[in-house]
């Protein structure tokens, strides 16, 4: 099993700034990683897949980079709506396993 | 727009099975570019993925929950279900139903609007 570990665990930012999220694989998934924002009391919902690519609606202030084992999340200027729990999740074999969240809470 | 709605019931008794059923719409179920899955989140904590009904009709699950779970899918109904037979405590959770794309790419999206399940007497 491929453990994914997410950090820091908890990021304090204010609005407008710049936000970098880590995601490390225990081994080597090519590109095959994909990044959730969880706001409180939602579902997830799909951000980045293709560790880069922007899913379907998803706003150009987030962008995602990396390949092999390690990974990251950037979001240029941080939004109300924002502040919210981050997921990582591989899917380069089964079985398929998510980062254990960072929670992006405000400064 | 694909919609997943989510039902089934919230409490369950311990050594019993935990049945819930996610109805598809505004698509097919019966679609070779998506599968089907089921995604848990235990009170505060991560998600854990447990299973996928994979497009071929093949399931593939979570090691960890192998031996108690099985998904079904229903393409009369364009529904798929979960079950997971002899719950304890540790199955509290809220789960998700997902489409799961197939191919290169197999993250999901979207999600059921989640179903909180507790595990008690």
């Known amino acids: 099993e491929i453990v994914m570990t997410q950090s820091p665990a908890t990021l304090s930012m204010s609005p407008g700034e710049r936000a970098t999220l880590s995601c490390r694989a225990s081994?080597?998934?090519?590109?095959?990683l994909a990044w959730y924002r969880q706001k409180v009391g939602q579902a997830p919902r799909l951000l980045i897949y293709g560790a880069s690519t922007r899913a379907t609606g998803i706003p150009a202030r987030f962008s995602g980079s990396g390949s092999g084992t390690e990974f990251t999340l950037t979001i240029s200027s941080l939004q109300s709506e924002d502040f919210a729990v981050y997921y990582c999740q591989h899917y380069n074999n089964w079985p398929i396993t998510f980062g254990q969240g960072t929670r992006l809470e405000i400064k | 727009q694909l919609q997943l709605q989510q039902s089934g019931p919230g409490l369950v008794k311990p050594s019993e099975t935990l049945s819930l059923t996610c109805t598809v719409s505004?698509?097919?179920?019966?679609?070779?570019?998506?599968?089907w899955a089921w995604i848990r989140q235990p009170p505060g904590k991560g998600l854990e993925w447990i299973g996928t009904f994979y497009y071929s009709g093949s399931a593939f699950y979570n090691p960890s929950l192998k031996s108690r779970v099985t998904i079904s899918v229903d393409a009369s109904k364009n529904q798929f279900s979960l079950k997971l037979t002899s719950v304890t405590a540790s199955d509290t959770a809220v789960y998700y139903c997902?489409?799961?794309?197939?191919?290169?790419?197999?993250?999901?999206?979207?999600w059921g609007q989640g179903t909180l399940v507790t595990v008690s007497s």
């Open positions: 997902a489409r799961q794309k197939t191919g290169a790419d197999n993250w999901f999206d979207p």
């Open positions: 505004g698509g097919s179920i019966s679609s070779s570019t998506y599968s």
């Open positions: 081994q080597s998934i090519s590109s095959n």
